[in-house]
């Protein structure tokens, strides 16, 4: 499975983006597809994720009430819809995917696939 994600861009705090996650080769099926973030000096951190199969997504606290995860079985596509967008939330976003679901979404270490990363900036 190779991982394409993008929607990334400069936008205001307060202000809102897409990212996309998309698959080539094979669609999503029986697959965990999960967010993450990266800052400039920071580890990476779970943001949200999603198990194909029941469409319940999962967040971090500080993503919770602001962004949503959505799984689009027509375009084979999660999206994160990031809304109210803080400074803070500056970082480089990679989608991350596994066969089945794991108890332990939240560990990138649970993933095998991993998308480039898409840069989301927010000024103030």
């Known amino acids: 499975v190779q991982l394409q994600a993008s929607g990334g861009g400069l936008v205001q705090a307060g202000g809102s983006l897409r990212l996309s996650c998309t698959t080539s080769g094979r669609t999503f099926s029986s697959h965990t597809v999960a967010w993450f973030r990266q800052a400039p000096g920071k580890e990476r951190e779970f943001v949200s994720a999603?198990?194909?199969?029941?469409?319940?997504?999962r967040y971090e606290d500080f993503a919770r009430g602001r962004f949503r995860i959505i799984r689009d079985i027509a375009e084979n596509t999660v999206f994160l819809q990031m809304n109210s967008l803080k400074p803070e939330d500056t970082a480089v976003y990679y989608c991350?995917?596994?066969?089945?679901?794991?108890?332990?979404?939240?560990?990138?270490?649970?993933?095998?696939?991993w998308g480039q990363g898409t840069l989301v900036t927010v000024s103030s």
């Open positions: 999603i198990y194909w199969n029941e469409n319940v997504g």
């Open positions: 991350a995917a596994r066969l089945y679901r794991t108890v332990a979404y939240y560990m990138a270490s649970q993933y095998t696939y």
